[in-house]
Each structure stands twice: as structure tokens, then as C-alpha cells.
């Protein structure tokens, strides 16, 4: 069926890291892509989205690209900072029908340390 | 200050004693969900509502029932908890349903 699966975590890193978090998805059409970021004790916050096939979502630092061909949406930032830690979900949603329809990964936890 | 706002924010209780969590926005939007996250499932979609009046299933209603009786409002009720109902619960809305949604800070649940 439809879904969202992303890399397992936790993930950790030293300020100034590289950072990819995987996020492919399986679904029919052509879904809107998103990555959602949960600070400690708070909801989620929208990070960054893309509608379309080759659309890049960027914001903070941390970009992504939709790759229909490979039906990813892989979450990048080139220096990470501690005030980075949380957790990240992707998410995608459908056309049509199922418009309404928001379906999240499981989430990759992030620490950054100093 | 436009916020999504859900109460309580922790609640304990027993098993089939009945509980509503309110969820009110003040930025006059269409669109309204419910979600609940466990560990190492993320979020799942409870409820969700395109306008008043329209509610639809999302991936696990069992166990919930909503209303949307007007714009700002969204309950959330459990008619008869159990404990695999204990989590944390989000509500969260949106200007039209393609837009990005904003949160709520959510709401603990433990059901013993």
C-alpha cells in the first residue's frame, strides 16, 4: 500500500556535520512531499515541501528535492547546530479523493552535540 | 497570536469512563485533523474534516468519533477509552486542506 519510510535513528552528529536524512515513498500519482520538525515538548512544525517532480523545498539550511525517479525526498543540511536536535518526519500527501489524507513517516530522531 | 489550542494537556484515566479533548483555532480554517504518535510508529491520522460538517476516517478511527460543528472546533471524543488508546494526541489545522497545518502542543493520554 501506500506509505512513507525513512531512515532508521537515532541519528548523531558533531556541530558542523553533513546531514542526510532518507525519506522514499510508495504511492500511486503524484503526492506532495514534506518534512515536519518536532522540537522537545512541542507539535510539529512544517520545515520545508514540494509539490511537483524536481521541486526543491528548502528553508534554514536543510533542503530536500523530489526525485520521482527514484521516489525519494531526502532531507540534507550541510552544517548542522545543536539547536538542530528534534525529530524529523517526512510526510507525503495524495491528489484527488484522498486529498485529506496525511501520511507520516516514523520519525528520525537528531542530536547534535557541541 | 494565531495557535491551535488543545485541552487538557495531560490527562490520566480509567478504562470506559468517557473523555473529550477540545481543540479550538483562531485563524478560521477549513481544514482540521486529529493524529496520535506512539514510539516508532509516528503519526498516524485519527479523524480529519475538510469544512464543518465534513468528517472523514483517516487511518485509525477505531475507538474515536469527532464533530465539526463549527469552524474553530474539532473534539476529539473517546465514548470508552482503553489502554492501547494511551498516547499523545495532536490536533492540527490548516487555511485549505493543501496547505501546510499547524499544530497543537498535544495532549498525554494514559488510559489504565
Request: hydrophobic fraction near 30%; aromatic fraction near 12%; charged fraction near 20%.
Amino acid at each position: 500500500g501506500d506509505s512513507v519510510t525513512q531512515m532508521e535513528g537515532p541519528v548523531t552528529l558533531s556541530e558542523e556535520a553533513f546531514l542526510t536524512i532518507n525519506c522514499t515513498y510508495t504511492a500511486t500519482g503524484y503526492p506532495s512531499l514534506f518534512w515536519y520538525v518536532q522540537y522537545p515538548g512541542e507539535g510539529l512544525q512544517l520545515l520545508l515541501k514540494a509539490t511537483k517532480a524536481d521541486d526543491k523545498g528548502s528553508n534554514k539550511g536543510f533542503e530536500a528535492t523530489y526525485r520521482k525517479e527514484t521516489t525519494s525526498f531526502h532531507l540534507e543540511k550541510g552544517s548542522v547546530q545543536v539547536s538542530d536536535s528534534a525529530v524529523y518526519f517526512c510526510a507525503r500527501r495524495l491528489r484527488g479523493s484522498t486529498l485529506g489524507r496525511l501520511y507520516f513517516g516514523r520519525g528520525t530522531q537528531l542530536t547534535v552535540w557541541p | 497570536e494565531a495557535q491551535v489550542t488543545q485541552n487538557p494537556r495531560y490527562l490520566i484515566t480509567v478504562t470506559g469512563k468517557k473523555l473529550t479533548v477540545t481543540c479550538s483555532q483562531n485563524m478560521n480554517h477549513e481544514y482540521m485533523s486529529w493524529y496520535r504518535q506512539d514510539p516508532g510508529l509516528g503519526l498516524r491520522q485519527i479523524y480529519y474534516s475538510m469544512n464543518v460538517e465534513v468528517t472523514d476516517k483517516g487511518d485509525v478511527p477505531e475507538g474515536y468519533k469527532v464533530s465539526r460543528k463549527e469552524k474553530r472546533n474539532f473534539p476529539l471524543i473517546l465514548e470508552s477509552p482503553s489502554p492501547n488508546q494511551t498516547s499523545l494526541y495532536f490536533c492540527a489545522s490548516s487555511a485549505k486542506v493543501e496547505q501546510p497545518q499547524h499544530f497543537g502542543d498535544g495532549t498525554r493520554l494514559s488510559i489504565l
